[in-house]
C-alpha cells in the first residue's frame, strides 16, 4: 500500500486494477491522470521505490 494505494495481484498485464491503481498513483502524486504506465509515471514510480528501499536498507541498518 503507497498513500493508501492498494497495489494489484500480479496478472502480467494492465488490466482494470492495475489501470485503476495507476490513476489512483497518479492522481496522489499531481501527474496527469491517464491510467496508463507512460514515462513521467514510471519515474515516479521508481523514485518512490527507489526510495522506499533505501529507507528499508537504513532500518535494517540501523541508521534511522
Same mark, same amino acid.
Not at 10 to 37: A, K, R, Y
Not at 45 to 53: D, H, N, R
Given at each position: 500500500?503507497?498513500?493508501?494505494?492498494?497495489?494489484?495481484?500480479?496478472? !502480467?498485464?494492465? &488490466?482494470?486494477? =492495475?489501470?485503476?491503481? *495507476?490513476?489512483?498513483?497518479?492522481?496522489? %502524486?499531481?501527474?496527469?491522470?491517464? !491510467?496508463?504506465? &507512460?514515462?513521467? =509515471?514510471?519515474?515516479? *514510480?521508481?523514485?518512490?521505490?527507489?526510495? %522506499?528501499?533505501?529507507?528499508?536498507?537504513?532500518?535494517?541498518?540501523?541508521?534511522?
Amino acid at each position: 500500500v503507497y498513500a493508501g494505494i492498494t497495489v494489484p495481484a500480479l496478472s !502480467g498485464t494492465i &488490466d482494470l486494477p =492495475t489501470t485503476q491503481s *495507476l490513476e489512483s498513483f497518479q492522481s496522489v %502524486s499531481l501527474l496527469p491522470v491517464t !491510467g496508463e504506465l &507512460d514515462k513521467i =509515471t514510471w519515474r515516479f *514510480l521508481s523514485k518512490q521505490f527507489t526510495l %522506499s528501499a533505501h529507507k528499508q536498507a537504513n532500518k535494517r541498518n540501523n541508521f534511522e
